[in-house]
């Protein structure tokens, strides 16, 4: 079998650390510890999935090298106490059961230490902070959103005060760092990473922005450094030369003419590199007052500059690099091919399919399942949640759903082809259920068809569903359209209903005109846009992902574009950056947002609509109705007799991470 894959499954090391191959889970929060930042089964579980699924190194994010202060949440995990070692080495085994390294990366959160603020503690940083000015994309979020992310600031306790760090401050930042790897070192991971990027304290000592002293720890570019490079020293000192220590480093902060610069950063790595840095993980930050500054930075929607940046600092430094940047598995091999860096982090990937690299280990790629880039991840931990993958259920829930060989085979019917029918089918064939998907129409994929012709990230997780009910058990009847005497016939043990919802026409005055279109009327002009006249001018109602992702299409093909939405926020199913970005791409592309109105009637010209500003008239030669869902199970409420589930959208809309949800809790009751 040719490697199609042979810079991303070499072998490779970092100082005297080897590794199986060149693929690394990249350190991200999780808040799956408990609730003082121990490390916990579920957590245990999360991590262990991607060690069993073959990557070459787990990076924890974000361990915290105090305790109980200066961190981000309760259930970050911590290092900050000898008490910790036994989750942590819970947390090693796990990785090692499966061939695995296992490291750590160390940080203290300084100015974003938001559990200081409920606690009423101050926070610690080299320089008192700007006062924040988030602009106006930032406050799109939902009242649940905004409860959760202002809840640090609403305890009893609450107090916004920081404490900038004298000398005596900067001894004992040093000592924790050391202090909190020599505890790695004692749990059994293998290499430690020193958080120097995404405005964490170490961070905040590097950037001008940030750190604006006049002493020996500000000013000049070595000064700034001073700090990193005293913890690294420090480290060394108390672990050998030996141990695989290295920095993840920002090249540039975007959206901020006094941060982070990168000849001033690469001066900075390169003094890292001399007090003992074995590897370099190139990364990139961004001002914070810009809600689409993480995904023009640390968290990317395309492919973009970091790969270059690692690319820079692989030429002026004799360590490895790492790099990440929404890469799928190809360009993942093209970067490493090219030369640009010798690993590549990756995250997304590896939270919808921790069995990527084994995988393209097999020679199986097309099977790896496909983030969609919902940012339900990263999302999650801004309004302080744990996290979850919306294409993959079990993402933060491995612990509650390992899907074993069931014991008690039965046989089942599922009802419906869309998202959640095959995603059901496929869960409960690997189980070893007898299943038959029955699909009303000649082919699979439901509503999900069109969502895939508007975003090709979803057309590619629909193209993987397909592979893996047909690559299945599963039995497939086309064109079936089942009745309750197929479902209580005496071969059916249990039904699955996934029969999606009803797109309804809108119940708007005007609603039922010829220029009127549900979302799946669109699918022949999707294909062909001679299909349908739409004539010039689009109005789109319904402004969730559904709606942005079918105005983007539109508008890239050249019509004019308006969105009405009924409520403040557009893409409220999406993860906040990736609802930031997505309304900030659509609004320079040109296309009309109106938010908190109503559409009231449509005419042959015209969307009549009450909007903030008051009533008006949006042209419009053609109008889409996003898709509103009215439950699809009517007809089966007098099934009797057998075992009944009703998931996804025939439930109501719950998008693709309703479908999944609902596909994950029945494979696990299905015992």
């Known amino acids: 079998m040719t490697n199609q894959y042979p810079n991303l499954l070499a072998p490779g090391a970092i100082g005297s650390m080897a590794l199986k191959n060149r693929i690394l889970m ?10 003082d930042g121990t490390v916990n089964d579920r957590q245990v579980a999360y991590y262990e ?7 070459a190194m787990l990076l924890v994010g974000s361990v915290a090298v105090t305790y109980p ?19 942590l080495g819970a947390l090693a085994d796990s990785a090692h059961r499966h061939g695995s390294k296992i490291a750590a990366q160390l ?12 606690t009423g503690h101050p926070m610690l940083v080299p320089s008192v902070p700007k006062r924040a000015h988030p602009d106006q994309l930032s406050s799109m979020i939902t009242e649940a959103e905004l409860a959760a992310v202002l809840n640090p600031y609403a305890q009893e306790a609450s107090k916004v005060e920081y404490k900038v760090a004298n000398e005596s401050d900067l001894v004992s930042i040093v000592d924790w760092f050391v202090t909190a790897a020599q505890r790695t070192v004692e749990a059994g991971f293998d290499g430690i990473e020193l958080h120097a990027g995404h405005g964490y304290l170490l961070d905040e000592f590097l950037s001008p922005s940030t750190n604006t002293r006049t002493d020996a720890w500000g000013g000049s570019p070595a000064n700034r450094a001073r700090l990193l490079c005293e913890v690294i020293s420090g480290i ?43 590897a370099v993980h190139v990364t990139a930050y961004s001002n914070t007052d810009v809600a689409t500054g993480p995904t023009d930075s640390y968290i990317p929607h395309v492919v973009g500059s970091l790969a270059d940046y690692a690319a820079l600092v692989r030429a002026a430094v004799d360590v490895p690099v790492i790099t990440f940047g929404r890469f799928d598995v190809e360009e993942a091999e093209d970067v490493l091919a090219e030369g640009k860096a010798d690993f590549v982090a990756m995250a997304r990937n590896l939270l919808a399919d921790p069995e990527l690299p084994n995988k393209l280990q097999l020679g199986n790629p097309a099977d790896i399942r496909p983030c969609i880039y919902q940012y339900r991840c990263i999302g999650n931990i801004f309004v302080h949640d744990s996290v979850h993958c919306i294409a993959n259920a079990a993402t933060g829930r491995e612990e509650a759903s390992p899907l074993q060989p069931t014991a008690e085979p039965r046989k089942v019917l599922v009802v419906g082809g869309g998202p959640a029918g095959m995603e059901v089918a496929r869960l409960l064939s690997a189980r070893g259920h007898s299943v038959v998907l029955h699909e009303a129409s000649d082919r ?32 497939v009847v086309f064109g079936s359209h089942v009745d309750v005497s197929v479902l209580t016939s005496a071969t059916t043990e249990v039904v699955v209903i996934a029969t999606g ?9 005007g609603g039922d005109l010829q220029h009127v279109f549900n979302a799946d009327d669109l699918e022949p002009w999707l294909r062909d846009s001679s299909a349908i006249d739409l004539g010039s001018q689009v109005v789109v109602i319904g402004g969730d992902k559904p709606g942005l992702s079918l105005a983007a299409a539109v508008r890239q093909r050249g019509l004019e574009v308006a969105i009405v939405e009924s409520t403040s926020v557009f893409g409220a199913s999406l993860g906040l950056p990736g609802r930031w970005r997505l309304v900030h791409d659509l609004v320079e592309s040109g296309v009309v947002m109106f938010k908190n109105s109503e559409v009231v009637a449509i005419s042959a010209g015209n969307v009549e609509a ?3 500003a008051g009533p008006i008239a949006i042209p419009a030669t053609a109008v889409i109705v996003s898709p509103t869902m009215q439950s699809n199970t009517d007809h089966f409420d007098s099934v009797k007799g057998v075992v009944v589930y009703r998931i996804g959208d025939c439930t109501g809309a719950g998008l693709i991470e309703g479908a999944n949800l609902g596909a994950l809790a029945v494979a696990q009751a299905l015992d």
């Open 26 to 35: 990249a350190p991200m929060g999780d808040c799956l510890g408990d609730d």
């Open 49 to 55: 999935a991607r060690a069993r699924g073959g990557a």
């Open 236 to 278: 060394r000192s108390r672990l050998g030369t030996a141990f695989p220590l290295w920095i993840r480093i920002n090249a540039i902060e975007h959206h901020k003419r006094d941060g982070e610069q990168f000849d001033e950063q690469l001066a900075a790595i390169n003094l890292a590199v001399q007090m003992g840095a074995d």
């Open 444 to 475: 699979l994929g439901g509503l999900l068809v069109v969502a895939g012709l508007s975003d090709p990230t979803l057309d590619r997780y629909l193209q993987w569903l397909i592979r893996m009910v047909e690559a299945s058990d599963v039995e």
């Open 107 to 118: 940080v203290h959160n300084g100015m974003m230490s938001l559990h200081d603020i409920a």
């Open 69 to 87: 202060h200066g961190r981000f949440d309760a259930r970050q995990t911590s290092a900050g106490e000898d008490r910790f070692v036994a989750g």
């Open 610 to 612: 009450l909007t903030q």
């Open 501 to 509: 919802g009803n797109p309804t026409r809108s119940d708007i005055a």
